[in-house]
């Protein structure tokens, strides 16, 4: 497997070092080969910067991926956005060598160069094509069957497709295939797909936020879901920060909200603590205590066995 | 240099069309968000309105309109024309200039938090490239003039 650098990005090493923590945890045990790089700024945010100058913002991530382009390495990113921002600005440059002259011309003045060799990857995709769901599944000690769990993608991981390439845009299955490889289900609902609403927080419309979020949420309690499971710092500020202020005003929802890493963290045997777990906001106990329910029953399949194997009386 | 446009062609397309306002979810759950109505402005020449307006930043940018439109161009791009507009005549939510300004500062939206990182025992975070990017900022600004450099 070809060396990376992980692309961190503002929002978790800013706000959530815990995902940070559960990334590491599960990429060191996976033994990726990943490399600390020095020299990153902001991917730069769409909304905030691309809104007020396109140029700054082409520059900006051009910048970025040339610091590896001229390592040689990829890059893997937790954040969806982190990606999407730059393989944007990317695949926008490849197609247009006018363009890419013009940000060369500048970059040149700092010592960089864009190629854009380097392959720009969504955690998630990352885990389902490069390390595959098999070599997940077989490190799983302790699975999560009987658990169900509802996705949320996060736009940003797979849109726009044109510059990601990674998965269907209007319907994707990577997680989805992770998710069952760790042995739960996951559900199927009309919102599955549906933008976690965030973005609204960053313009000043925080009403209109939590709006957007109670309408998945009212859904995943209606359907009964174990827990939210999701791979982006924004859609986790989104669903977990913004699900305990209504829970504080008494809008109680429920649902914990748990990052892709922290459950195949669990499911190798890794301690909630290990996983920074107790820095979730919105109590993730009861997934935790429905979890341990489920493997404290033996399975049907280990009674039955097990039966068949006693000495019988005829 | 490195500007934003808008392709008037696919608009006129797009006001003939309408087929991403019925998966957009800003259009399904936000009173008043119609970008079919900002096209049409945009299009008669009639947008002034829309700047001043909360609802062009109610898209979200989650790219539903550009994956499903026929174009592969999306309802989007028309709202972040107008945004950038807005920027470059200062109407910007508070927030997206706060954003901005720690942005052309730092290089960055956040710095990683020291303290927890120490309780949770992560490593030492990467240096940060912000004196590159601050003498790139000036390059930049120096090839585009002041003119370019909106919301300050
Ligand atoms: S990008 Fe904006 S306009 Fe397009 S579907 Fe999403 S919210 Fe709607
Ligand atoms: S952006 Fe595409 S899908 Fe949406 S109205 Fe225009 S042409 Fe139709």
């Known amino acids: 497997?070809?060396?990376?650098?992980?692309?961190?990005?503002?929002?978790?090493?800013?706000?959530?070092?815990?995902?940070?923590?559960?990334?590491?945890?599960?990429?060191d045990a996976l033994g990726l080969p990943y490399r600390e790089v020095d020299g990153f700024t902001c991917c730069p945010e769409k909304s905030l910067v691309n809104n007020v100058d396109h140029g700054l913002w082409t520059l900006t991530a051009a910048r970025n991926v040339a610091i590896v382009d001229e390592m040689e390495l990829d890059i893997v990113?937790?954040?969806?956005g982190c990606v999407s921002n730059l393989a944007t600005v990317a695949s926008e440059l490849k197609v247009d060598p006018g363009k890419k002259e013009e940000v060369n011309g500048l970059l040149k003045e700092v010592g960089r160069e864009f190629k854009g060799e380097a392959k720009l990857s969504h955690l998630v995709p990352f885990?389902?094509?490069?390390?595959?769901?098999?070599?997940?599944?077989?490190?799983?000690?302790?699975?999560?069957?009987?658990?169900?769990?509802?996705?949320?993608?996060?736009?940003?991981?797979?849109r726009p497709s044109h510059a990601l390439k990674n998965d269907d845009p209007l319907e994707p299955k990577k997680f989805d295939n992770i998710i069952r490889a760790l042995g739960a289900v996951s559900l199927e609902f009309p919102t599955k797909l549906m933008c976690c609403g965030q973005g609204l927080d960053r313009v000043d419309q925080h009403d209109m936020a939590l709006?957007?979020?109670?309408?998945?949420?009212?859904?995943?309690?209606?359907?009964?879901?174990?827990?939210?499971?999701?791979?982006?710092?924004?859609c986790y500020l989104q669903f977990d920060n913004n699900q305990f202020l209504m829970e504080r005003e008494g809008e109680k929802f429920g649902i914990p909200v748990l990052y892709l890493t922290d459950l195949i963290g669990l499911g190798m045997g890794f301690q909630p603590e290990d996983m920074g777990l107790s820095y979730h906001r919105v109590d993730v106990g009861p997934f935790l205590e429905k979890w341990e329910r489920g493997h404290s029953r033996p399975s049907p399949a280990a009674t039955l066995t097990g039966e068949l194997n006693v000495e019988g009386a005829l | 240099m490195l500007d934003t446009h808008l392709d008037f062609k696919l608009l006129e397309m797009c006001a003939r069309c309408?087929?991403?306002?019925?998966?957009?979810?800003?259009?399904?759950?936000?009173?008043?968000?119609?970008?079919?109505?900002?096209?049409k402005d945009i299009l008669a020449g009639d947008y002034e309105k829309w700047i001043t307006s909360k609802h062009i930043w109610q898209c979200l940018e989650c790219h539903h309109c550009l994956e499903i439109c026929f174009q592969h161009y999306g309802f989007e791009n028309a709202m972040t024309a107008l945004r950038t507009l807005a920027a470059k005549r200062g109407v910007t939510p508070p927030q997206v200039k706060r954003g901005w300004d720690m942005f052309v500062k730092t290089g960055r939206?956040?710095?990683?938090?020291?303290?927890?990182?120490?309780?949770?025992?992560?490593?030492?975070?990467?240096?940060?490239?912000?004196?590159?990017?601050?003498k790139l900022l000036g390059v930049y600004r120096e090839a585009k003039g002041r003119e370019g450099t909106p919301a300050e």
């Open chain 1, 211 to 234: 709006h957007m979020a109670r309408i998945k949420l009212r859904e995943l309690k209606r359907i009964g879901a174990d827990a939210l499971v999701l791979c982006c710092p924004s």
């Open chain 2, 18 to 39: 309408e087929a991403c306002y019925h998966i957009c979810p800003s259009s399904l759950n936000i009173e008043g968000y119609d970008p079919r109505a900002v096209i």
């Open chain 1, 77 to 80: 990113s937790p954040c969806t």
């Open chain 1, 127 to 158: 885990l389902h094509d490069e390390v595959g769901v098999n070599t997940i599944k077989a490190r799983i000690e302790k699975d999560f069957s009987g658990m169900r769990f509802a996705i949320h993608y996060g736009c940003h991981m797979m």
């Open chain 2, 109 to 134: 939206l956040g710095e990683p938090i020291m303290p927890a990182r120490k309780k949770l025992s992560l490593p030492e975070p990467g240096a940060s490239g912000k004196e590159e990017f601050l």
């Open chain 1, 1 to 27: 497997m070809k060396e990376f650098a992980v692309f961190w990005g503002c929002t978790i090493q800013s706000r959530f070092p815990f995902l940070e923590k559960s990334t590491r945890v599960v990429m």
